[in-house]
């Protein structure tokens, strides 16, 4: 299995579980707006190793959730902003462009230095 994506959480802002009861997150790179830097997720901007399609597996601290739509501005914002959505509800159809769509099932707890991994 070929390691797409790898990267760890190096910041928790004081709102980001806000949206965890609508089964999804938000990372953003350390360059985040100040305004949205409370509700996110930091990460460091690193690139991928190939494209991120569906069909592929995110883990988190290697719990694995399938990957079931790829918005067409995920490659793109996560390589260069860091900043991407991460829904957990199944869609296979991308309805937003920066949203990356998973498997729906509980999230795992997400504190700094939890592991992100894209597999496929």
Do not use: W
């Not at 190096?10 to 953003?28: C, D, Q, R, T």
């Not at 509700?39 to 601290?61: P, S």
């Amino acid at each position: 299995m070929k390691t797409i994506y790898e990267n760890k959480i190096i910041n928790v802002g004081p709102l980001a579980n806000s949206f965890l009861e609508e089964k999804m997150f938000i990372l953003f790179g350390t360059e985040a707006p100040q305004d949205l830097k409370d509700f996110c997720y930091n990460i460091n901007v690193v690139d991928t190793a190939g494209d991120i399609q569906a069909g592929q597996k995110l883990l988190i601290n290697n719990e694995s959730f399938e990957i079931t739509s790829v918005g067409n501005l995920v490659q793109r914002n996560l390589t260069t902003l860091g900043h991407i959505t991460l829904r957990f509800d199944g869609s296979a159809t991308p309805e937003l462009p920066g949203t990356l769509y998973l498997e729906n099932k509980e999230i795992p707890a997400i504190e700094e230095g939890t592991d992100l991994k894209i597999v496929g």
